[in-house]
């Protein structure tokens, strides 16, 4: 057998059980990794660190793309890059949000990375189960693929007419105001502490309160990306394992790109051009008589991309000599 011919067809040499024990095995080292050894303690990550980190983690998709592939196909291979690669890109919306979240309530930089680690594990959580509900819709009813491409269309179009001036205002935000009747908060921060108690009293620091406004800002950010997901492949196994491994890296980008992010504010619409994109894939069948294949949306999504950052970094660089 010619090497090619390895990822040009579906081997399936693993049962489904064990393909999902080697990602869950794969999960667990990364996240290991990541908390005892390269986070042992509060202090804000250097860039180098991140740097290492960003590299490992997107080292460790690609090569367990190269397994999807061997499994499953070349197809289905493509199909989990374009799904890393878009929720990726989601995720540059996620930095910005967080850093807000951050910065509204207080959190000092050298205790972020514990926030975003619990968060990123919530993240693991919820992104199965809504994962696990999208797989049953799709399955029962087909015709929400439809209603998943307009929320993709309405998404895209969205970002294209959204002012850059617009910030959130968490402080007065039904989250903020949903979180403060359930829990007694404390104003300042405890150490590393998420729970802190006072003369009989439980109460939550500024830390747990960040984490559970990041929790409820993934849900929203996920009805985004797991429509987009589900519009490249109901393959579950592909659905799941890009998306997770795409929000696992989160926590090293964010230190990464945290103050820079501002930078990339053209990518925006590369962005919504491949969630519009995306959510039209489905109709080309339909209206033109052709079938967008798993290499073309992974070509168009990855030249979107590498566009909307070459063109941010020429435009930056251009105001900044004015």
């Known amino acids: ?11 399936a040499t693993m049962a489904p059980m064990l393909r999902w024990s080697i990602f869950g095995v794969v999960i667990i080292a990364l996240l290991f990794f990541d908390l005892f050894i390269f986070n042992r303690k509060n202090e804000v990550p250097n860039f180098l660190h991140t740097v290492v ?19 499953e196909g070349s197809d289905q291979g493509l199909d989990f890059f374009t799904g890393f ?3 990726k890109s989601l995720s540059l919306d996620n930095i910005f949000i967080m850093s807000m979240i951050f910065a509204s309530i207080g959190v000092p930089r050298e205790y972020q990375h514990r926030v975003l680690f619990w968060g990123i594990l919530g993240a693991i959580v919820m992104r199965a189960l809504l994962i696990g509900v999208g797989e049953a819709l799709v399955a029962n009813f087909h015709w929400v693929l439809y209603v998943f491409s307009a929320i993709l269309i309405y998404t895209g179009a969205k970002m294209v007419l959204s002012k850059d001036d617009e910030e959130p205002d968490f402080e007065n935000s039904k989250i903020f105001k949903f979180v403060s009747k359930i829990f007694n908060i404390k104003s300042k921060v405890v150490g590393a502490h998420f729970f802190v108690k006072e003369k009989g009293k439980l109460y939550i620091t500024p830390l747990f309160f960040a984490l559970v406004v990041i929790e409820l800002m993934d849900v929203v950010f996920a009805l985004d990306s797991i429509p987009a997901i589900f519009l490249i492949t109901q393959d579950v196994f592909v659905v799941y394992t890009s998306n997770i491994f795409a929000i696992l890296g989160l926590r090293a980008l964010y230190f990464l790109l945290e103050a820079i992010v501002y930078k990339f504010k053209y990518l925006k619409y590369a962005i919504s051009i491949i969630l519009i994109f995306i ?8 209206l033109f008589g ?4 798993a290499l073309e949306s992974l070509v168009v999504t990855f030249g979107l991309l590498f566009g909307g950052i070459v063109f941010s970094m020429y435009k930056t660089r251009e105001e900044n000599t004015k």
């Open 279 to 286: 959510g039209l894939k489905i109709f080309a069948p339909v």
């Open 290 to 293: 052709y079938e967008v294949s």
């Open 85 to 87: 690669l878009v929720e």
């Open 1 to 11: 057998m010619e090497f090619w011919e390895l990822f040009t067809s579906p081997h």
């Open 53 to 71: 980190l960003c590299i490992l983690y997107i080292a460790a998709a690609c090569v367990f793309g190269l397994f999807v592939t061997y499994e």
